[in-house]
C-alpha cells in the first residue's frame, strides 16, 4: 500500500521512549488512496507515531466491491520497511519487482520487505469476491538491516490463540504463550483476535514492550478506556498482561506491541530513511527508476510501460526532527 495523500505529512521519530503504562486513545482519520478506496488511518498520528517499529496502520472497508474497482494501488516503491498485509475479507493480487505474484486472502499474512529498495502493486482483478476488508501496517525497519536486499515471505498457517471468550491468530510475536513463526527484524507482536459478546479476557504480554489496541469491529474496554471501530488503545510499556472486555455484540481487535524503537527515522511518502537527503535521494531514484538507474534501487515491476505512482514534490523546507508523540500526549 502506498501514501497517497496530495501532501503526504513528513516525519520524523525521534526517540522519545516510553517509560510505564498509560491509557490514551487515538482515532483514525479518512484518507482516500486515489479514487477507488478510503482507509481509516490511525498511525502515524501526532499524539504516538509508532508502537515498537509499527509506524504505519491502515484499516479499509468492510466495502462491497461488487460494482466498484476495489484495490487499485499501481506500482510504487519502497525503503527501508516490511509492509504486513492482513486481510478479513476479499483478495488483492500483490504483484513486485522480485518477480512475485500473490494473492492477499483472509487468514494469510504476506509481509514483504523493502530494504534497499522494492517496488510492489495492489490491485483488485475484475473477479473479485464482493466484499474488501482488510489492514495495512508497515514496520520500520532498524538500521543494521534496512539498506538489506527486498524479501517477499507469505505465511498460511498461523498459530491460533484460543481461550475462554477468545479466539484469533498470533501474526507476529508471542501472545499469551503462543508464538508466530513469521519473519522480524526487531521484537514485535501482532494478534488478530476475535472476543465473544460481554467476554473478559487477561492476555500474557512483554512488560518491557509498549501496546496498543486497534478496533477493527464493535465495542472493546482496554483497562478503563473504552473504545470502538477505528481507534486505537496506546498502552505505554509495563504491562505484563493486556485486559480486553468486549461489548455487548463483541469484538475484533488487533493488538501491536513491540520494543521501544529507539533509532530516530524520516518517514515521507513510501520511503523510510534517516535524514532529509536521504529520502531526496530515494525519491530521485524512483523518478529516474529502471534497471539501470543509479544502484539498481528500483526495478520495474512486471515489464516497462507498466501504469507507476509518482512521487509527490518534496517539501521546500527541510524536514524538521519531531519526537514519536507529542509532550504530555498533547495532540
Known amino acids: 500500500m502506498s501514501v497517497r495523500e496530495a ?20 482515532a483514525a482519520r479518512k484518507v482516500w488512496l486515489g ?8 498511525l502515524p498520528d501526532r499524539a504516538i507515531r509508532m508502537i515498537g517499529a509499527w509506524c504505519f496502520l491502515d484499516h479499509y472497508g468492510p466495502e462491497d466491491v461488487s460494482d466498484a474497482p476495489g484495490m487499485q494501488v499501481p506500482a510504487h516503491p519502497h525503503t527501508g520497511l516490511q509492509t504486513v498485509s492482513w486481510l478479513v475479507a476479499g483478495e488483492i493480487e500483490h504483484r513486485d519487482s522480485l518477480g512475485t505474484r500473490a494473492m492477499v486472502t483472509p487468514g494469510t499474512l504476506n509481509i514483504m520487505t523493502a530494504g534497499h529498495g522494492i517496488v510492489h502493486s495492489e490491485m483488485s ?5 464482493p466484499q474488501l476488508h482488510g489492514l495495512q501496517l508497515w514496520v520500520a525497519l532498524p538500521d543494521a538491516v534496512r539498506d538489506d536486499a527486498p524479501r517477499f515471505d507469505r505465511y498460511t498457517d498461523l498459530p491460533v490463540l484460543e ?26 507482536v501482532g494478534a488478530d483476535l476475535t472476543l465473544e459478546p460481554g467476554a473478559s479476557v487477561d492476555l500474557g504480554v512483554d512488560a518491557d514492550h509498549e501496546h496498543g489496541v486497534f478496533v477493527v469491529s ?36 488487533l493488538l501491536l506491541g513491540g520494543e521501544p524503537f529507539a533509532e530516530e527515522i524520516v518517514m515521507w511518502w513510501n520511503f523510510i530513511g534517516r535524514t532529509h537527503e536521504e529520502v531526496t535521494a530515494f525519491r530521485e531514484q ?4 529502471g534497471a539501470d538507474a543509479e544502484g539498481g534501487r528500483f526495478r520495474p515491476v512486471v515489464a516497462p510501460g507498466e501504469r507507476v505512482m509518482e512521487a509527490p ?18 495532540r
Open 35 to 42: 479514487k477507488t478506496t478510503e482507509v481509516a488511518r490511525v
Open 7 to 26: 501532501k503526504p505529512q513528513e516525519y520524523v521519530c525521534r526517540s522519545s521512549l516510553p517509560t510505564g503504562p498509560e491509557e490514551l486513545l487515538l
Open 163 to 188: 481461550r475462554p471468550g477468545v479466539r484469533g491468530q498470533v501474526l507476529i510475536g508471542e501472545v499469551d504463550g503462543v508464538a508466530s513463526p513469521a519473519i522480524s527484524f526487531s521484537p514485535l
Open 125 to 129: 482483478l475484475p473477479d473479485k469476491p
Open 286 to 289: 524512483w523518478q529516474h527508476r
Open 313 to 330: 514534490t518534496m517539501p521546500t523546507v527541510a524536514l524538521k526532527p519531531r519526537p514519536r508523540r507529542a509532550p504530555e500526549g498533547g
Open 218 to 253: 464493535g465495542e472493546v474496554t482496554t483497562g478503563t478506556t473504552a473504545a470502538t471501530t477505528d481507534q486505537l488503545v496506546y498502552l505505554g510499556t509495563g504491562r505484563d498482561a493486556v485486559t480486553l472486555t468486549a461489548g455487548g455484540d463483541g469484538a475484533r481487535v
